[in-house]
């Protein structure tokens, strides 16, 4: 009978446990794994989804509150946990004594966030000069650079937390802007550095707090880091017990003890001891001394064996796998580069750099040009600017494409805060941005303007609509007539870290699949939608048109990709990226495929302008992958300036191997248009050649010639 209810019981437990992870940024993960899975299983694959390769420095807890609890990695999941979803925290648990040291700039990005919530959470506190200084290093990393007549800066403080509220005034304010504007040219990686590089020297860096008593019943706290246990008072540090000053650490029921190495002037050793609310206070504070001194202290970790017969004691407590000297040992440097520092640095030379090549066709010397402004930048890549995505793998992408092509019912699940995702509405009068909330009612309301067409723009990796490319279309649009043209702006998602900004894709496409869908209910012709999307909005129209579809039954009129991005939507799916299903019609523009766009035909008609890579005037990938929503914003104005003819390849182009059909690429398609399109344009607005776009002409040397000069 025993036996029967305990084969029940085990029938009625799942499989697989449901564990709810909050990461360092404030969003939640929800990963389902074996119920036999150890802490250390999970917090392996919480860091491969962060593309985290140091791992030793963190941990997972289980708990709020000072003393934190961690969760045992080497203790099974389901003996710690009972109730399901099991939360956690994802935390830096060994807070690294030299940041500079650390191998990996995502290990970097991770500490920043770390240092952040412990500033914002009070678990560490400074003066206010410093406050303001690490705020305007918040700032600097994630809005670039900031220009002297910008106003807003109390704005960006609080929508960054980049410091805590109770000590945010007019008085802090001034003083971050003054020191924001002094961090100008840093790219995101220098500046994170340098926050790291000034919150180590904060006295309580990295320490965690336990509440004691002393020998006459003082309040006091033990602050347990890399260096050692400190003393603290009220926030001031009173004493201090360096590792290689302490001989031992023990603990009896409520009492902790540390006995201390004698120094020169004492004849033996002394021993100090202090009180804790409860025994299970004093173990926690015991085991986090002994981690700390075996990961930062030690070669190896310390190994117990148990012997038959004998109870396992003290150091089966222990969680720590790899010590500091072993990691540093087998981490092997990623390779590759600071992604966000490279495109930081490159959109904002954009502008210099097509001036540059202009200059050049004019006879200048580009040296002369450029001179010493760049130099500096380029001998800091060292490697051809190309590249500076080739990092971006199928290891790395592994997780994107799982998440793109989980169910809608798990992607509800996973799905992260999207209260910052805005709609821009722009006319000749007012350019209006409109939370999410009162989307549906904000695009309703142009219900008045008829039967015309709707265009929605979405941007791509690190743009916003305050930049060139929605402000290009957009007036394009409102020149031709066009008064409903709005924009998604989902930059407070997609703004840096590319593999993150990556999984979002399909989490902006079904919200705003699903604001469409509900317009039609209120009148709105499915076949007067057009999305506009550059490079990772490309995907994101591609995920609106699939929902809208699943959801009304009808297709989307038309969507145009402007260079669709490429790493991690390259050799998928074509369900986890746009592909022609996703409207009545939908056409490409490919711009740099192969680098930052992707170089597999996506709709209906593709069109290669130049090849659809190498750029003309363009330098850099940056700007060739830019380069398509340029183009197109000219083809609004000039509809039918850019024909293009079917051809199987750009090599056959160039030998002049075409048919004879034409179609003419950008706001002029022809919804009936199929196949994959050729034309050469001009590197100058308004980039067209007309008729003589469809006959190749031989200027790549004019690029070549800024590359030598430039790299050698």
């Known amino acids: 009978m025993r036996e029967s209810l305990r084969r029940l019981a085990s029938e009625d437990i799942p499989p697989r446990g449901r564990v709810r992870v909050e990461l360092l940024t404030g969003e939640h993960i929800t990963i389902d794994l074996d119920r036999k899975a150890l802490g250390g299983d999970l917090l392996d694959l919480v860091c491969e989804s962060l593309d985290v390769i140091e791992k030793d420095y963190f941990g997972l807890l289980h708990a709020q509150g000072e003393p934190r609890v961690w969760v045992h990695l080497g203790r099974r999941l389901s003996k710690t946990f009972k109730n399901e979803p099991w939360d956690v925290r994802f935390a830096v648990k060994f807070y690294p004594l030299e940041p500079s040291s650390l191998k990996d700039d995502m290990t970097r990005y991770q500490l920043t966030l770390a240092l952040r919530r412990d500033l914002m959470e009070g678990r560490l506190t400074c003066s206010t000069i410093t406050y303001a200084l690490l705020a305007s290093y918040v700032l600097q990393a994630e809005e670039g650079d900031r220009s002297a007549g910008e106003g807003g800066g109390g704005r960006l403080v609080t929508s960054h937390r980049a410091v805590p509220l109770h000590v945010l ?221 080739a990092f971006v793998g199928s290891s790395q992408c592994k997780n994107v494409k799982k998440l793109l092509g989980v169910s809608y019912e798990q992607l509800q699940e996973t799905e992260p805060d999207l209260n910052g995702l805005t709609i821009v509405y722009r006319s000749k009068l007012i350019t209006a941005i409109i939370n999410m909330t009162y989307v549906v009612e904000a695009l309703q309301s142009r219900s008045s303007e008829g039967a015309q067409e709707l265009v929605l723009f979405a941007h791509g990796f690190t743009d916003d609509p305050s930049k060139d490319s929605f402000g290009n279309i957009s007036e394009a649009y409102l020149g031709n007539g066009h008064s409903r043209v709005v924009a998604l702006d989902g930059s407070s998602l997609i703004r840096w ?45 591609g995920f609106i048109g699939k929902t809208f579809y699943n959801l009304t039954g009808t297709r989307i009129g038309r969507i145009t990709g402007l260079d669709p991005a490429g790493p991690c939507f390259t050799h998928v799916d074509p369900d986890l990226r746009l592909k022609d299903s996703d409207a009545i019609f939908v056409d490409a523009i490919h711009s740099d495929s192969g680098v930052y766009g992707i170089k597999e035909a996506v709709g209906h008609a593709d069109y290669y302008p130049n090849g659809g890579s190498q750029q003309p005037s363009c330098v850099f990938q940056t700007c060739s992958h830019s380069f398509a929503w340029r183009i197109y914003g000219a083809s609004v104005t000039r509809p039918r300036a850019f024909p293009a003819v079917k051809c199987n390849s750009w090599e056959e182009f160039k030998k002049g191997r075409c048919g004879k059909e034409i179609s003419y690429m950008g706001f002029a398609a022809e919804p009936t248009a199929r196949g994959k399109f050729y034309l050469q344009t001009s590197g100058d607005y308004p980039f067209t050649l007309g008729e003589e776009g469809l006959k190749y002409k031989n200027n790549e040397g004019i690029v070549k010639n800024i590359q030598d000069t430039l790299f050698g």
Not at 170 to 179: G, I, S, Y
Not at 313 to 318: A, E, P
Request: glycine share 6%; net charge positive; proline share 3%.
């Open 497 to 541: 870290l590319y593999l993150r900004a990556s999984t979002y894709v399909r989490f902006i496409g079904e919200r705003i699949g699903h604001v469409l869908a509900a317009m039609v209910q209120h009148g709105q012709d499915p076949k007067k939608i057009h999305l506009v999307g550059h490079s990772l909005g490309a995907h994101i129209a």
């Open 169 to 389: 005034d007019e008085d802090m304010e001034m003083r971050v802007d003054e020191l924001y504007r002094k961090h100008k040219g840093q790219t995101p990686a220098e500046a994170e550095l340098n926050y790291l590089e000034n919150a180590k020297k904060l006295a309580l860096y990295g320490a965690e707090m336990h509440s004691v008593k002393d020998c006459d019943d003082v309040e006091l706290s033990l602050a347990v880091c890399g260096r050692g246990i400190a003393v603290v008072r009220d926030g001031t540090i009173m004493n201090r017990f360096p590792w290689p000053k302490i001989l031992k650490l023990s603990y009896n029921k409520r009492v902790f003890m540390i006995r201390l190495r004698a120094a020169e002037s004492e004849q033996c050793e002394c021993e100090v001891s202090f009180r804790l609310a409860c025994s299970k206070d004093s173990e926690r504070l015991w085991t986090s001394a002994v981690e700390h001194h075996v990961f930062f202290r030690r070669e190896s970790p310390v190994k117990v064996e148990r012997v038959s017969g004998f109870p396992v004691l003290g150091s089966r407590r222990l969680s720590c796998r790899r010590t500091l000297r072993q990691m540093r040992d087998t981490t092997v440097a990623r390779p590759g580069f600071d992604m966000r520092g490279i495109l930081s640095l490159f959109m904002s030379q954009l502008a210099m750099f097509m001036t540059a090549a202009q200059s050049l066709q004019n006879g200048t010397n580009i040296v002369d040009f450029l001179g010493r402004a760049i130099q500096k930048e380029v001998q800091a890549v060292k490697q051809p600017i190309d590249e500076s995505i």
